[in-house]
């Protein structure tokens, strides 16, 4: 993976004009912006290749909202810049029973 990232990972990033940052850094991009988005753990999960969702939520779980947050997250940009649809707003989840 080193050649394949000296060659086209990091050129293309220094082209850009923007900084020099580690492949694995947008594995962790993904998943956070997806899970501040009240994305479903499991989607993510299946995404970056976890075996359990359980895994996903040990290494992410501090991007997944509390109920104060909602608010601050439904005003966040969208990911890819389009506007967000109506049905992506983050709604009041019920608690979890333990």
């Known amino acids: 993976m080193s050649g394949i990232k000296e060659r086209y990972f ?6 850009a ?3 020099q940052i580690r492949f694995h850094d947008l594995r962790h991009t993904f998943a956070s ?3 501040a ?3 479903a753990i499991t989607y ?3 995404q970056l290749g976890h075996s359990s969702p359980q895994i996903t939520l040990r290494v992410y779980s501090h991007w997944i909202p509390r109920e104060d947050q ?4 439904n005003k966040l940009p969208t990911i890819h810049g389009m506007p967000q649809p109506e049905s992506a707003t983050i709604q009041a989840q019920p ?3 333990r």
């Open 70 to 73: 909602r608010e601050a997250a």
């Open 95 to 97: 608690e979890l029973r």
């Open 33 to 35: 912006l997806h899970l």
């Open 37 to 39: 988005r009240r994305e």
């Open 17 to 19: 004009g923007l900084r």
């Open 10 to 15: 990091k050129g293309t990033l220094r082209k």
């Open 44 to 46: 993510v999960s299946r």
